[in-house]
Each structure stands twice: as C-alpha cells, then as structure tokens.
C-alpha cells in the first residue's frame, strides 16, 4: 500500500496527467473526511480503469453565508491513508486560492436539473459544485468520473453538465452506502448526537417505506409522502423537503406511472445537522 502522490496546483495535475497519457484514468471528486461510500468509489474507479485519482477539496463556492463551511469535518492525514487503503495513486488537495484565484470569474450554470430541491433550499449551491467539478474534469481528462446517488440532485447536475458541454466522460453514480441500520453514510453524520444519530433513521425508514408502498401497488404520490412524513414526525425531524420526482428530470410527480423511474428525495435537520437522502421508488 503506498502513499499517494499529492498535488497542490493545477499545474502539478496538469503535468502528472502528460505524463500518463494512453493509460485510462478514474477520478472521484470529494470533500474529504472520507468514509467507506467514499472508498467504494474509488475501489469501482479501479475496476474501470488503470490509475485512480481522487480529490479532496472543500469547495467554498457551494457553501451559502450561513452554513457550515467553516466547521465542515477535515481529517487530511487519515484521508491520505484511507485513499492509499483503496488503490489511488494521487490526490489533488488545493487550497481555495489555486482554484479561485485572484480575479477569477468564471462559473457553471446548469439550468433545469438545478432547480427545486437543494437548488431552492441552498441559493447558489449547484452553480460551485457545477464549477468545481467542470474545473476537475477539465484538469483530470478523466475516462471516467465517479459519484455517490445520495447526492441524486447534484449527480443530475453533473451528468448534465458532462453531456452538454461534451466534456467526454463517463459518469459513474454508484448506490448509497448506508451503516447496517439504513442511515446513509455522510461526512456530516460527525456531527450527530447519539440521541440524534438514532433518530436520523427515520429519514431512510420513511424512503423505504414509501418504496414498500409503491412497489405494492399505491401511486398516489400524496399517500407516499404522507408516509415519509410519518416517520419524520415521528423522530421529531425538521422537513426542509420530501419530494417524489421523475428521477432524471426531477420534475415533481403527482402520480406513479408503470415503468417510470422516481426518485423519493428527503432533507431534514436533526437538531442542527441539515441530514439528506433518496431512494429509487417504482409502482410494482
């Protein structure tokens, strides 16, 4: 297990990238404060590639004035040591003036897919993370790129993006991993009381039980969310949005459809912790 290489410029990535030309490269963008739905992406990166690189920056363009930009958890040296344990060769980890540097004013817009969910409740949030990861995937020239679904809206935002503006890569968005009890892994799970990390599930128990209902039969969308809200109510969660939507366009739903892919998508605060979470949902 070797340590991975670290880049801290562009120009460093840029030549370690000439330097492998010919050979198929992966690339997982993340935050750091890595967890095993981080490693699962960067083991999937080995099988479809030869060399795996990753990313670890947290990208203050996507974080709003009053969220937790400041206090997002970092570990840099078990990141390092978590990504060796996976097979990646290198890590880029800037720091915020060599990605936005001085006079900087180019960002990425995705219009469509952007809006509603996160993109209402958190202003300004897709346009950093649609900036960043086309900044990446211009860097990297990966063959492919990979991605967690609990992120579902920003998976959209992200595979839009790589189609329209023929970025030429292959999107991966690989299944949330979730702890033995149903709750999704997150970096922002840190923040968690114990009496708050157990009542989290009723974030996922409401997801499933939503995908129970339809795959019985119920296509009502209203008695779906209904049930998603009974189990938030019930952990004495905070709603910020439970949506049932057309799972690529994300458009909200009223009413399932035979052989229609939807996506329930929740987000709630515990306390002070804003949690979120999706799930395919399909009429049986």
């Not at 690339?27 to 750091?32: D, F, I, R």
């Not at 993109?119 to 991605?147: E, I, N, Q, S």
């Not at 149903?182 to 922002?188: H, I, Q, V």
């Not at 905070?238 to 690529?248: N, T």
Request: glycine share 10%.
């Amino acid at each position: 297990m070797s340590t991975p290489l670290v880049w801290k410029t562009p120009e460093e990535v840029r030549a370690w990238v000439a330097s492998q030309r010919g050979k198929r490269i992966a690339l997982v963008p993340t935050m750091g404060f890595l967890h095993d739905g981080h490693l699962t992406l960067m083991r999937e990166g080995g099988r479809r590639a030869e060399l795996v690189t990753a990313s670890i920056f947290v990208n203050p363009t996507q974080f709003g004035p009053k969220e937790d930009l400041s206090r997002y958890p970092r570990d840099p040296e078990g990141d390092l040591k978590r990504c060796a344990s996976a097979g990646v060769v290198g890590v880029y980890m800037p720091e915020p003036s060599s990605v936005y540097p001085s006079g900087y004013q180019t960002y990425v817009n995705v219009e469509e897919v952007s809006q509603g969910l996160d993109g209402d409740k958190r202003p300004g949030h897709f346009r950093g993370v649609a900036t960043v990861v086309t900044k990446l995937l211009a860097l990297f020239r990966p063959d492919v790129a990979l991605f967690g679904e609990k992120d579902w809206q920003q998976l959209q935002v992200i595979t839009r993006l790589n189609a329209d503006l023929e970025l030429g890569v292959e999107i991966v968005g690989m299944p949330t991993i979730r702890e033995s009890d149903g709750l999704a892994m997150s970096s922002r799970n840190s923040y968690l009381s114990a009496d708050e990390r157990k009542r989290a599930l009723g974030l996922s128990r409401g997801l499933f039980a939503a995908q129970k209902l339809a795959a019985g039969g119920e296509k009502d969308v209203s008695k779906l969310l209904a049930a998603i809200r009974a189990e938030l109510a019930a952990v004495n969660a905070r709603e910020d949005y439970v949506e049932i939507c057309d799972a690529s366009s994300l458009k909200t739903l009223s009413t399932l459809s035979p052989g229609q892919r939807a996506r329930g998508l929740v987000a709630a605060f515990m306390g002070s912790t804003r949690l979120i979470d999706n799930l395919a949902i399909e009429l049986g």
